[in-house]
């Protein structure tokens, strides 16, 4: 799982980051279908990560999301690799 706080990688499972100590949900909620807010970081995502999201789209709004910080392409899908 990933920390939504300094999103590292964490065990599953985990109730407080490792990293940042920050309490982390460990059951999944509901797909949050909160749609992106213009003047985030959001609007920065790459072009590479639209193509990307499209073959994920229940991951969309994530891939999208890490792209706009600075993941990599090879990051998200080892990442996605992982959610399997
Ligand atoms: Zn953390």
Redesign the pocket.
Known sequence: MI?P??K?WIPDGSVF?M??G?RVEEEPRKPQETPPQVGSAFVSAPDWAERFAADFPQHRWMILRLAAQGWSEQMLRSWLEKLK
Do not use: V
């Open positions: 920390c706080e300094c590292r980051c990293f940042c920050a």
